[in-house]
Structure formats: structure tokens, C-alpha cells
């Protein structure tokens, strides 16, 4: 460690806020930075300076709030050290910004037609653990990570932990992987350190490739301090003293983060050789993606760090025991180790205390489709989907039926309506068919199809499964012709049964998950949809009136004759 | 081929695009493991990856041909043609294509004369790609204009915007 130690930079920081006669938190996650939230950044700091409030003030970019659909939002604190205020805006254009920021700066008030919407049910029913730093940090200066607690965890683990407090802690917490599999994280973390072999090595997986998620982006871009220190955790706990983290290429402003999260923690020993004056050495390299979605798969993405072609492999060996080059790897997702460090400073049993009995803490989801509010939101495990969907999520637009909730994207399936009393949580989901999947959750209503819906899902894993095994390479072919055919109204139904034979010879047959799990959507949408199909194959009609059924009228004069 | 042959055929004269691509594979310390970040400058100096490049790439990191054009032309994100001065990308992730993208799609091309196996116009000045998921589903259905990522617009808004490029 430099001269001046973690916990001094910390308060110097804090006492530098504490000072401060206001500070603005502007959004930067993509949905608002879409709609002009650094212009309104920019807005906010000019009036700051024409107001003579320059060095009273600070003005910050901060992570995903998560109401993309209400953006920009700012977020105004004022007031002495010990009492202040904030009050949360949405809806901000360069005006209203400019309106807001003279209004704190002249009157120390916010515009009496403006109310807070701190108290709106999308905020007050979550919980934070990932994402509790948004608003709070700029995640482009670690000083303001580190005064929120950033590498502290890290510093706790180093001077009073062994490595094997450290995987009992992350064991006690109960945390399973957030990718989607909900593997226990403890007892992945213990194998790779029961592993043989001197080098070792930690991948955090951020091959977001699920359409339909942007969880990992924002927590890559929001606070890249907290995945790099769960991976340094993890990377002490297992004996590792190198680590990648795999980004697609899509995600260029995560990609820029990190690479500037990396620098800055290298500068203050945090990363890097001798850490905390320990004989811990740990060291992160960025790794992009280049659009392969079966990069996600441990195998493939190992493949794709080593520079190949990123195709899986059958397992055993499990990564744990033999992964990049031939060396005991641990692989988290993004989320996992976004977990870690707040387990480490706060105990397992308080993470434990959250959920439900066997899926502990938090999960994030990206709420998007047909729904009122759409963004990023992070919940306890067990919530009721009602509750996401109607309290959060504000319920369907225009007047429209709720149909059926998708997660897991191309590997999970859908919920029905009938389910909507489900609490989320890992064997719930799995009960009715789908999965927890890495967090995406699409909504649903009357004007979808579901055939469409399958189709959408199978040409996807059609056009990414990687060729190496045959019933992946061929049979999403198959299965999407035959939905193709069953849209363009030539389907009969004999095609349903031979739709789910060729789910189950997939399932059972596939090297890998992405061929294992392809069917998924197609047969969730069988067993709760049944009588859609049965209009699209025996009607011949499309009940939402999304299919174009051209071919139906040839067939229909056909059936009449021959029934 | 040799580096300055190279030179000679993809750039003309004063391009310092080569010098730095070999700088960028310096800075890999030519490790063969580091093939997809070296794609990844390539492409960005050069906006694709011609055959030349890929030669050289290979050369430098003793990877072989075959390898480096498999690896290449595996992920979606290289391009081995060159691709349009600008780039309209529609995201057809799940909240996108729930949301209508396919109707946006269908509009840019129709309006271009474009088609799943024609992405650029004839005269190189647009290319119309399908992105897998760009992350923006809060904001869907999304549409990137080259690097500007611009959420909730109607079919003819997205043609209108594309056309200022063509004008």
C-alpha cells in the first residue's frame, strides 16, 4: 500500500463530500445516455460554475439506476454533513437541468414542481447489494468507490483471513452462481483451491450473450471496482495470481471502464504485486469478445482467452481442474463477484438472512418487453413475479393482458399466467420448466405470439451453435424449419410431436448447453401454449396475428378435401 | 508477403495503419494467444480484415493460416469485407424484437435495397447490420448509428436518420 492507507483515503473523501454544499448524480447507463444525460451533465456543471459553486459542488457521472424508461435521472444531495437531503428527478432534459441546478444553488431547495420520486414503488420495493453503489460513486475515480467501501473487503481478507476463512465465509453466504446454473459458489471456489499445481487462474465471465440482458453490462460499467475486488477475493481464496475478464465486444463502455479500473487499482497496490504489503500478487487482464454467443459456456470461453475459435468441449475435466492451458480455473459470472466483496466485509450470515431457504441474497434482472417500466432492477430472491411485474415493473402498457414472463432467454422458458404467485428463486423457476437464467426477463402480453416467440429463440441458437457436435448444428435447423413452416401456416399437427422428439434427442445430446438447453423455449411454449400451436397447425390461424400465414389458404381447400 | 509489401497494397502512401497494427501486436509481446485482441486492433484500424492483414497477423504471431482465418471468420464481429462509411446496427436482442425491431429492419433495407445477404449499399456508403443484443433493452427497440445508440424510434424515423447519411 501507498503512504496513505485505504481507510485514510476513505475519509478524506468522505470528509470532502461532507463539505460539499451539493452533489449531483447523473446517471450514465445507457438508457440515459441515450437520451442526452451527458449534455445534461454538462448543463448542471456550467450552472454550478456561473453560480460561483464550482468548489462547493460535485458533479458526477454514477451507474445504472435502473428506470431506463424514466431517463435521464439526477439525483440532487444537499445539506449539512449530518442531515442531508435528496431528492431523486426522472425525466430530466437540458432545461429542467439547468432549472434544477439553480434552483439548489440559489435557494437550496428543489423547484416546488418537481417532487421527488425516491418514494416510487420501482425504487422502494428492491434490495441492493450489486447495485447499492449507483448514485453513490463515479465509477471513473476509485477514490469515490473507495469511500463507499471499495477494497475493503479485499483489505480484510488479506490481513485477518486465511484463504480458507475467506471460501467458508462465500460456503456460509449460501451464493450460487448467477450465470444461470446456480451452481454453490463456495464449493466451486474450494475445488479449484483443493487443485493441484502451483498456477492457477480466476475468469470472470462477462460474455453477456443472451438477448435480452444488460444486467453484467451495468454492473461492468457501473461499478467495475466491485467485480475486480471479488475477483481478487476469489483469487486469494483459490491460490490464482493471474485473471481474465472476458467482455464482448458489444460492450465497448464497459470494456473502457475496466481497462481505467484496472489502471487506477495497479496505481494504489490494490491490484498488482505485494498486495497490501502481503505476498499476495494478483493481476488482471481484459480479454474481448468478438460476437459468439456460445463463448457464455466455460469450455468455449476458455478456448476464446487462449485466441481460438470458441468452441466447447466435452466435460469432465470440469475448468475447475483443467481449464486455460491445461491449469485448475475458477470461472464466475459477473454477478457472482459482484457479491463477493459485500459478503466479505458484512459476513456470510448477512447475506445468508436474505432470500429464501435455498437461494440466498439478491438476483438482478433486465425488466424489458411489454411492460411499463423498464430497467434494471435488483430484488431479493423469492419475490413473487406479481410483485416484479404489477409493484415494480408498473403493470402492462395500454390496457393490455399480462401473457406469459420469459427468462433464461434462449436456454429458459416462459411463465404463464397462472404462475404469477411463483416466488423467484432457483427450483421454483425450474419446477415450471424454465430457469433463473443470468437475469433477463422479458414480459409478454396478448399481441405476442408464442410460436413466433420459439422461432425467434431457435433461429437465434441456430445461427450460434458452433457446428462442432451434429444434433446442436442440425437440429436447431430442423426445429426451425419446422416452426417456419408451422408460421407460414403449413403445419399439421403431426409436426408437435416430431417438434418435441427432436427436443429430447437435443437435450440428451448436445456437447454442450447451448445445444442442450436450445429446445427450451420451444417446448415451455408447447406445454403452456398448447392450443396457440393447435390454431397454428389444425386452424391454420395465427391467434395474435403475428405469423403470415400465406400459406394457409392453399392448405385449408386441401384439408376440407381430404378430411 | 513482407511488411513492406503489405504496405505497398492496403494503404497508400504515409498510412501509418501497418505500423501501428505491429505496434499493437508489440505490445501482445506476439504472443499467439493474443490473436483475437490483435483481430480486434486490425479491424479497427482498417474497419475490416483483408486476406493481407490476416497474413500478416499470422506471420507475426507464428499462428498458421488456417488458423487465424478460422478464428476470424468464427466470431461475428469481424468483418472480411470492407463495410460501409456508415454503419445503421438494429439490435434484434428479445426486447428489441418484442418491441418491433424486425419492422425497423425490414424498413431500412426495403428503403436501401438491402437484404439479410447484401448488408452495404453499392456505393459503400452504408451498411445496414443485425446486432445480437446490444444491451440497451430498457430502452427497446434500439438502433445504433455508428456509435450513437438511440432507443424507441418508429420504422420511418430510423429511415428518415439514414438517409441524411445518403444525401
Not at chain 1, 424514466?70 to 437531503?85: D, L, S, Y
Not at chain 1, 434552483?103 to 437550496?108: F, K, Q, R, V
Not at chain 2, 456508403?125 to 445480437?132: E, I, Q, T
Request: net charge neutral.
Amino acid at each position: 500500500m501507498n503512504a496513505e492507507s485505504l481507510e485514510q483515503i476513505a475519509q478524506r473523501r468522505q470528509a470532502a463530500r461532507d463539505g460539499m454544499k451539493c452533489r449531483v448524480s447523473v446517471c450514465s447507463g445507457l438508457g440515459c445516455e441515450s437520451v442526452g444525460g451527458e449534455s445534461v451533465l454538462e448543463k448542471i456543471r456550467a450552472r454550478m460554475r456561473l453560480q460561483g459553486l464550482a468548489d462547493q459542488s460535485e458533479v458526477h457521472l454514477t451507474g445504472c439506476r435502473g428506470l431506463c424508461q424514466r431517463g435521464p435521472i439526477v439525483e440532487v444531495e444537499w445539506g449539512a454533513a449530518a442531515q442531508k437531503q435528496r431528492h431523486l428527478y426522472l425525466d430530466v432534459d437540458e432545461a429542467t437541468a439547468d432549472r434544477i441546478a439553480l434552483s439548489h444553488a440559489a435557494t437550496g431547495k428543489a423547484p416546488d414542481d418537481l417532487p421527488s420520486h425516491a418514494d416510487n414503488p420501482f425504487f422502494t420495493k428492491q434490495t441492493k447489494i450489486v447495485l447499492a453503489n449507483a448514485g453513490e460513486i463515479d465509477p471513473e475515480d476509485i477514490e469515490s468507490c473507495i469511500a463507499a467501501g471499495a477494497y475493503s473487503g479485499l483489505e480484510k481478507a488479506i490481513t485477518e483471513m486465511k484463504p480458507a476463512d475467506v471460501i467458508a465465509e462465500i460456503t456460509k453466504s449460501g451464493l450460487r452462481g448467477r450465470g444461470g446454473a446456480g451452481y454453490p459458489t463456495g464449493l466451486k471456489w474450494s475445488t479449484v483451491a483443493k487443485a493441484a499445481g502451483p498456477k492457477k487462474y480466476v475468469v470472470c465471465n462477462g460474455d453477456e450473450g443472451d438477448p435480452g440482458a444488460f444486467m453484467d453490462r451495468s454492473v461492468l460499467e457501473g461499478d467495475p471496482h466491485e467485480v475486480l475486488e471479488g475477483m481478487a477475493l476469489a483469487a486469494y481464496a483459490v491460490g490464482a495470481e493471474q485473471g481474465y475478464v472476458y467482455v464482448r465486444a458489444e460492450y465497448p463502455l464497459a470494456i473502457k471502464r475496466l481497462r481505467a479500473a484496472i489502471k487506477q487499482a495497479e496505481k494504489l497496490n490494490l491490484l498488482g504485486t505485494h498486495i497490501f504489503d502481503s505476498a499476495f500478487n494478483f493481476r488482471v487482464d481484459v480479454r474481448t469478445g468478438a460476437g459468439a454467443f456460445v463463448c457464455g459456456e466455460e469450455t468455449a470461453l476458455i478456448a476464446s482467452v487462449e485466441g481460438a475459435r470458441g468452441t466447447p468441449r466435452p466435460r469432465p475435466p470440469y475448468p475447475a481442474v483443467s481449464g486455460l492451458w491445461g491449469k485448475p480455473t475458477l470461472i464466475n459470472n459477473v454477478e457472482t463477484l459482484a457479491n463477493v466483496a459485500a459478503i466479505v466485509r458484512k459476513g456470510g450470515d448477512w447475506f445468508a438472512s436474505i432470500g429464501t431457504e435455498k437461494s440466498k441474497g439478491t438476483k438482478v434482472f433486465a425488466l424489458a418487453g411489454k411492460i411499463k417500466n423498464t430497467g434494471l432492477i435488483e430484488i431479493p430472491m423469492g419475490m413473487t413475479l406479481r410483485e416484479i411485474i404489477y409493484d415494480i415493473g408498473g403493470g402492462i402498457p395500454d390496457g393490455k393482458k399480462f401473457k406469459a414472463a420469459q427468462t433464461g432467454g434462449p436456454s429458459g422458458g416462459c411463465i404463464p399466467a397462472q404462475y404469477l404467485d411463483l416466488p423467484v428463486d432457483y427450483e421454483s423457476l425450474q419446477q415450471v420448466g424454465t430457469i433463473m437464467g443470468s437475469g433477463g426477463l422479458i414480459v409478454m402480453d396478448e399481441a405476442s405470439c408464442m410460436v413466433d416467440v420459439a422461432k425467434f429463440f431457435i433461429e437465434f441458437c441456430r445461427e450460434e451453435s458452433c457446428g462442432k457436435c451434429i444434433p446442436c448444428r442440425a437440429g436447431t435447423v430442423q426445429i426451425h424449419g419446422i416452426l417456419d413452416r408451422i408460421a407460414r401456416g403449413l403445419g399439421g399437427i403431426e409436426d408437435l410431436e416430431k417438434l418435441e422428439d427432436l427436443a429430447d434427442l437435443l437435450r440428451n445430446t448436445s456437447l454442450c448447453g447451448l445445444g442442450q438447453t436450445a429446445p427450451n423455449p420451444v417446448v415451455s411454449t408447447i406445454r403452456y401454449f398448447r392450443d396457440e400451436y393447435l390454431a397454428h397447425v389444425v386452424d391454420h390461424k395465427c391467434p395474435a396475428g403475428v405469423c403470415t400465414m400465406e400459406g394457409a389458404a392453399a392448405v385449408a381447400p386441401l384439408a376440407a378435401v381430404n378430411g | 508477403m513482407t511488411a513492406d509489401q503489405l504496405g505497398a497494397t492496403t494503404s497508400k502512401a504515409g498510412d501509418k495503419r501497418l505500423k501501428m497494427l505491429d505496434a499493437a501486436m508489440r505490445r501482445q509481446q506476439f504472443q499467439p494467444d493474443a490473436l483475437l485482441e490483435v483481430l480486434h486492433s486490425a479491424q479497427e484500424l482498417y474497419g475490416f480484415l483483408s486476406t493481407d492483414v490476416l497474413t500478416h497477423i499470422g506471420r507475426s504471431l507464428k499462428v498458421p493460416p488456417s488458423r487465424v482465418y478460422g478464428v476470424a471468420t468464427f466470431y461475428n464481429h469481424f468483418s472480411l469485407k470492407p463495410k460501409g462509411e456508415h454503419a445503421c446496427t438494429v439490435c434484434m436482442g428479445t426486447a428489441c424484437y418484442v418491441k418491433g425491431a424486425g419492422e425497423i429492419l425490414g424498413a431500412v433495407r426495403r428503403d436501401l435495397g438491402l437484404s439479410d445477404k447484401k448488408a452495404t449499399t453499392d456505393d459503400g456508403k452504408v451498411s445496414v447490420v443485425v446486432a445480437r443484443c446490444v444491451g440497451a433493452c430498457g430502452i427497446a427497440p434500439a438502433v445504433v448509428f455508428d456509435a450513437e445508440v438511440v432507443g424507441g424510434l418508429a420504422p420511418e424515423a430510423v429511415v428518415a436518420r439514414v438517409k441524411g447519411w445518403t444525401r
